[in-house]
């Protein structure tokens, strides 16, 4: 079962309305997407995802509700392009959640736990070409070991890459608890049952294979210069890699620039775009946590545009 995160406090951030252009960034299994049709009957609803699976579930659940709609099949990291495409160039609100839908987590095919045997996988468009199997056997040492301490954040980055780059001379490294087992074996049993780094290691390559920090960039830029005035961005993060991005982000673009700071008229192109409308990110409530532990990491930052 597939439990959208902050589902409610995401809807209230929006501040839907009823006429207006609504944009779910990641579609998913199209529980926050079916919240929105249900209060836009005049509006309209486009909605992203990379995964075909995905797609085709949440045209199911949306049909029931409405047609006014469209699901496209890309990443964000496409979006100004593809709603351009669509004769959409301004919209009334922008959703990111940028966690792991539950059903691509548990279906134990995709490759995205380290808890599951499975063929190093982890794409979320399935089209795409590069996969985590790729990444683990082509890339050098020197890659993995940067890719390791920048998404994973993990210490022990070098002798884990050393590890995988020892291992792959002798045979190719296909599943991912024979992967899980090289880590171990670099690190020592000790260290890994503290630390757990697995945990980051298969998070550093998810973000590798679907260039998802990048994408977050380039689309968070494009929807606020893409947001009618009153317009929301909603934005919920799952690790301190997203989160920072979508905080320096919203800060550039809510504060004057600093060569103008002060100064009693500060010329037009220079003024700030959004208003911050959480100084503190929110998080679950209580509730949401014990119907759901992966909420736990979960924080919401909402903007404005002025």
Known sequence: MHYSVMKEEAIDALNLQECGVYVDAT???AGHSKEILKR?????LFAFDADTQALEYSHQELIGIGSNFKLIHSNFINLKEELIKNNCKMVDGFLFDLGLSSPEIDDATRGFSFMNDAILDMRMDRTSVKDAKMVVNTYS?????NLFYKYAEEPRSKEIASAIIKYRKNKEITHTLELVEIIKSSVGANYFYKKHPEREIFQALRIEVNNELE?????????????????????????????????NIFRKYSEVNEIFKGLPDIPEEYQ????IINKKPLVPSSKELEENTR????KMRIVERI
């Not at 606020?224 to 301190?240: D, P």
């Not at 700030?272 to 208003?275: C, D, E, V, Y």
């Open 27 to 29: 579609l998913g299994y």
């Open 40 to 44: 836009i009957k005049k509006g309209f």
């Open 272 to 275: 700030p775009l959004i208003k």
């Open 215 to 247: 994408a977050i960039l380039v689309a968070l830029e494009d929807a606020i210069k893409m947001l009618n005035k009153g317009g929301r961005i909603c934005v919920i993060t799952f690790h301190s890699l997203e989160d920072r991005i979508v905080k």
């Open 295 to 298: 909420s736990k990491s979960a």
């Open 141 to 145: 040492e020197e890659l993995l070991t």
